[in-house]
């Protein structure tokens, strides 16, 4: 299907995007685009100005901050999984990156454009969810910070404005005590998660401390499973048992709810005990 027509703006820089977009009622961001190419072709989506911030080299990069690792939003996947700042100091985000897609999906899409699409059978979000992490995003009055928890508002819905623009994200720094862990299935490969689990925890004494347990495709957003965490923090025999409560999944083509509630459970269980043994 031929998209329908739009404008097209190449920006120079993030303050020149804010500005494209305010300047039209229905503008997009366009940025690796295999978010948004998909929905063009298929007239899901019909922005009248596409603004192309892909040429934004400043705000590629990895870059150590501190406590934590800071990536700008426009990196590419394939840059986020060989980063060797974070596959030293947060493995697990560089070990997600490598599991998008195929090769042409990770040269292209953005970690930016992950997050600010929206999409609960996105494996980052997740990923950037279980390790609370934040994200700042740019408009015509400066830059904010929105955190994790607070930025994913529903099925395709984020705290971005219409006229704001995401540059960074930042993960806090893992120890060489910290358990993790990633399992995702899928029926085909390249396919989006029929369910996904983020599973990371601090290890304490003989257990574990902070832990937290994301999901993916368990609802309108990726989700913590707060009474899966607390089995895992208690010590409890099978903490993948509660890992559905306080979940709302779809059924589609890839599974229908019931399923996915079993399969949360089967796939947080091995995430943990995985987990447990790096």
Known sequence: MIP????????????????LLASREDAKLLAGGHSLLPLLRLRA?????????????ELSYVRDAGASIAIGALTRHHDVATAPLLQEHNPLVSH???????????HRGTIGGSLAHGDPASDLPAVVLALDGEIDVAGADGVRTVSAEDFFRGVFQTAVGPHEVVTEVRVPKLSG?????????????NDWATVGVAAVARRSDGGVAEPAISLVSMGATPLRARAAEAAWAAGEADPGAVADEGTEPPSDTN???????????????RAIEEAGRR
Do not use: C, M, N, T
């Open 255 to 269: 599974g229908s709810a019931e399923y996915r509630r079993h399969l949360v459970k089967v796939l947080v269980r």
């Open 96 to 106: 997600v990156a490598g599991l998008i897609g195929d090769p042409q999906v990770r």
């Open 4 to 19: 329908a027509p739009f404008d097209y703006e190449v920006a120079e820089s993030v303050g020149h995007a804010a500005e």
């Open 177 to 189: 005590d910290h358990a993790w862990r990633y399992l995702k299935f899928r029926r085909r490969a």
């Open 45 to 57: 989506v019909r922005p009248a100005l596409l603004v192309d911030v892909g040429r934004l080299q």
